[in-house]
């Protein structure tokens, strides 16, 4: 299925609406507590950050990590993340994760409310991505939005990827991919690709640890389903 244009489209929507994104951690309270649940996450070592948005993230991941890799398809949003992380230890990179391949391994993978932007259709190819950027005894780490976030979308219904429409403040109109997790069905879905995961709801959002498949599983071809 072609979710090409939906997929630009979200990226659109990004960049137009950069300036605006970081408005919703002044107004709940909420997701800004959130941001603490970094101490609590196993998170160390070289970290690569997917998604990493405006850099609302990356200082507490930089203070955990040895280094910090953050990447992002929007060069709009890396100039605001770029301008709030000071750490010596971060690297920005622009790239649209759908096609980047890392070119090294990491210690930790790290994504927060990017994987609820994943069409279904890629989210084996998005773990199989996770999974070979890890180093042996490495782990993925992320945090989105769980089933309750729905009521505060405009879902767009029978739509062949689940979309929602976002609006700016000039009054332009985007569609974006969202998907809502539940902690039980990730859990599942992660698991029948051979990975060890723990998946846990934290005031309505979803916190979550998964460990890659083996690497014979992978050699193999367990949960490889290519692009």
């Not at 196993?42 to 203070?63: D, H, K, N, Y």
């Not at 609820?116 to 773990?127: G, Y």
Request: proline share 7%.
């Amino acid at each position: 299925m072609d979710d090409t244009a939906l997929l630009a489209e979200q990226r659109a929507y990004y960049r137009a609406g950069a300036a605006e994104y970081d408005r919703q951690y002044a107004t709940y309270e909420a997701l800004r507590e959130l941001l603490t649940v970094v101490d609590e996450l196993p998170i160390a070592g070289e970290v690569l950050e997917l998604a990493c948005g405006t850099g609302r993230w990356t200082p507490g991941l930089a203070a955990r990590a040895r280094s910090v890799t953050a990447v992002d398809a929007s060069a709009e949003v890396l100039a605001l993340a770029r301008a709030r992380t000071t750490s010596p230890s971060v690297e920005f990179l622009q790239a649209d994760l759908f096609t980047w391949r890392p070119p090294r391994r990491y210690d930790t993978v790290f994504f927060a409310f990017w994987l609820s932007h994943v069409p279904p259709a890629r989210l084996p190819a998005f773990w199989n991505t996770v999974a070979a950027a890890l180093a042996p005894g490495g782990r993925a780490v992320f945090v989105d939005d769980g089933p309750a976030a729905a009521a505060y979308e405009d879902v767009l219904p029978d739509q062949p990827t689940p979309a929602a429409l976002r609006r700016l403040d000039d009054g332009s109109q985007y569609r974006i991919v969202k998907v809502f997790h539940d902690a039980r069905s990730l859990t599942d879905d992660l698991t029948a690709l051979g990975w060890s995961v723990q998946v846990r709801t934290l005031d309505g959002n979803i916190v979550g640890v998964a460990e890659p498949p083996r690497v014979d599983d992978r050699a193999a071809g367990r949960g490889d389903t290519g692009e």
